[in-house]
């Protein structure tokens, strides 16, 4: 009788396998962290954005804190 060899897959999603996914994890967190970054840099101008997100950041949001207007009457 002939030795029959196994069939082993490996998992993956389309082309990405778990050893690609942890050869790149660092660069695209690294990539991510700077697109982020950017974005809160380049939206700390618009109001929504100071209102928002960047004043709700634990220990540097009172520098974007916006002062409540007052109602008037």
Known sequence: ????SKIV?????GLITPEKLMKVAPTLATWGAA???AVLLFG?????VRADLLSKI???GSYWA????EAEE
């Open 1 to 4: 009788m002939l030795p029959v």
């Open 9 to 13: 897959t490996t998992p993956h999603f």
């Open 35 to 37: 697109a982020g970054s």
């Open 44 to 48: 700390s101008d618009v109001p929504l």
């Open 58 to 60: 634990p220990v540097a």
């Open 66 to 69: 916006v002062e409540a207007k």
